[in-house]
Structures are given as C-alpha cells and as structure tokens.
C-alpha cells in the first residue's frame, strides 16, 4: 500500500512537471505512438490492461508478453480509435510479443540498430500506467535519468524471469500497473527500450525500474514483422483425420482440467513410456509454442494436434518455472 501511494504522489509529481512539455510537438509526437492494450485478467483480481508502442505504420505493436495476452487484446490508440489485434508473435525468452491491428499510415518509433544510451543520459517513459488513458487521453509520460545498464536478475512471486538479458535501470517509478510494454525514449524522442513488468530483485527484493533495451527486442520484433519467425497457424494446413492426427494421448499428455474459457496449457500428469515421459516433461510445464505456433489456451493447441500427422515428431517450447526450453517429442 505505501508503495501504492509513494507511486501515486511521485507519478502526479511528475505529469504536473511535464504538464507544459505535453504542450510541444516532439511530446505529443511521442504520446501519438504509444497503444493501450486491454486483454484478460490475471488471478487475484490482476489488472487486464498494459501498454504498448507502434513499430511500423501498418499497425504492428512491440508490448511485453504477460497474461493480459492469453486473449485476443484490444488496442486503442493515441486518437481512441479501439482496434480487434492478433498476435502474430511471442518472444518468451524476451518476454515480448508482437501485436497487428487493421490500420494504415500510423505514427511510429523506428526501431533502431543499436543502444545509444549510457548512465545518466535523461529519458522519458510513457504510458498507460493505472489505466489513465482510456480513450484518446494521451498517454502519461515520466522523466527520469538511466541509472545504470546491467544484466537483469529478479524474480516475479517465487520464479526468477526468463529473460536474463541486459537491462536499462531507470530512475522513475516505472514498475506499476498498466506500464509494462510502454516505451522508453531518450530526450529527442528516439526509441531506447521497453518497459518491462512489475520485479523485485532476486538478492534484494526491491522493487525495481527498467526497461529492455532495444537493441536486445531489435531483431525478433523484425523476425515477427517480417515473418521469419510468426507463431500464427498457416491456415492452408489441412485438419487430418483423427485416426491419423496426434492429440493428447498419443503423446502421453494430461493437462490440467479445462474450466475456463481460456485455460492455459499446464501439464498434469505424463503417461508412463510416452513421448512425452521419454522428452522429461514434467507437472506443472506450461506449453508456449507448438511447432512454433503459440498456443494460448488447451482448445488451440488440441486444434493444432489435429494438424500433424501422429507419425511425425513435434517441437514444443516449455516454461518451467523461470527457464524457456526447446523440448522435442518422437513418438
């Protein structure tokens, strides 16, 4: 709770501080180019809301890969047009995913080939932290100074974060709800990193402020554009017959009971001499990709079973506990 309102008090701080740089075109170019994305809710009442940035003029949002994404996210943007998004691509071991909405000629942050960014150089973060811009309000913005560049050890509740990866540590308030994915720039409003979510320091436990640099994002958000590296099922790949396709059993799989709408794909139990017992798969895995397609809940990925013949080994990616691993099963 004193957190909570430390974070309140310092954000009305500094948005009455940056009240008359809002007024500025370089600003508001800034806030044109960030995107709230509304999704699902978390457990325990977690926020469904974080933020994300424009990376191209064709509508394709950077933002951080969380639970807000285990649906198909709305996206408003600057002008508070509301956009249906697909995610046509996650990165776990970044943590990031890659949004598409239905628009054209969007204002954007050109992703940049390299980190221009040392200790002390001013930036700005920006927003939509505690839901504040709901419509076409504008997103909020923070100043602060980079505090320093290190490589990232947290952990989120018990689990360290896959992602291990330099980091830029930002002297800002940036960990609160809704600002994950948002952007950070440095003082002529070019792009430096994502906001990542809300962290605590393994060692420490402090909370903490940062953000990924972009030069680690750079080159899978330009896969995923591109297509070199989608996690969207190719729609011309024909549903098999089920004698012939794989599903659960024929790889040895119990998942998790399936009450929600969109329950994830945990594992519950390995049948003994399966595939999956021979890959070590184990309780409490959860399947992220299959065969490089993401799997959001256990009905898509049963549907994408009935695609691979069952004579044919698959490749999945695995969350277990902090760790992204490849794991492959050969029946």
């Known amino acids: 709770m004193m957190r909570f309102l430390l974070s309140i008090a310092f ?6 501080g940056v009240c008359s740089a809002q007024q500025t075109s370089a600003t508001r170019e800034i806030q044109q180019k960030i995107a709230k994305i509304y999704g699902a809710g978390g457990v325990r009442g977690l926020e469904a809301y974080q933020s994300g940035f424009v990376v191209s003029p064709e509508g394709h949002i950077a933002t951080v890969w969380s639970y807000v994404l285990d649906v198909e996210p709305i996206v408003v943007l600057d002008d508070g047009r509301r956009f249906e998004s697909k995610i046509i691509g996650i990165e776990p071991s970044l ?3 890659v949004l ?5 000629d ?7 080939k390299e980190l221009n960014a040392e200790w002390g150089d001013p930036i700005l973060a920006a927003s939509n932290l505690f839901n504040i811009a709901s419509g076409n309000e504008p997103a909020s913005l923070m100043q602060g100074v980079i505090s320093g560049i290190t490589n990232l050890d947290a952990r989120r509740g018990v689990f360290k974060t896959p992602y291990r990866g330099k980091i830029l540590v930002l002297d800002l308030i940036a960990n609160n709800p809704g600002a994950a ?9 070019k792009l430096l990193g994502m906001l990542g979510k809300e962290l605590r320091d393994a060692n420490t436990g402090v909370w903490l402020n940062y953000a990924i640099p972009i030069d680690a994002l750079r080159k899978a958000i330009g896969d995923i554009i591109a297509g070199r590296a989608t996690t969207t099922p190719p729609e011309e790949t024909p549903v098999l017959p089920r004698e012939r396709s794989h599903n659960l059993a024929t790889l040895g799989l119990v998942l998790v009971p399936d009450v929600l709408e969109n329950t994830p794909v945990y594992v519950d139990t390995v049948t003994k001499g399966s595939a999956a017992e021979k890959a070590e798969l184990r309780p409490d895995d ?3 990709l299959l065969n490089g397609i993401r799997v959001g809940d256990q ?3 049963t549907e994408l079973l009935r695609r691979i013949d069952r ?6 990616t695995i969350q277990r506990e902090s760790e992204v691993l490849p794991v492959r099963l050969v029946p």
Do not use: H, M
Request: aromatic share 8%; glycine share 10%.
């Open 299 to 301: 009905k898509s990925f």
């Open 100 to 104: 598409k909405i239905e628009a054209s």
């Open 106 to 112: 969007l204002p954007y942050f050109e992703v940049g």
């Open 286 to 288: 959860l399947i992220l």
């Open 311 to 316: 004579r044919d080994a698959i490749s999945l």
């Open 95 to 97: 943590e990031l995913a």
């Open 181 to 189: 994915g948002g952007a950070v720039v440095d003082d002529s409003g």
């Open 11 to 16: 954000t009305a701080q500094v948005l009455v």
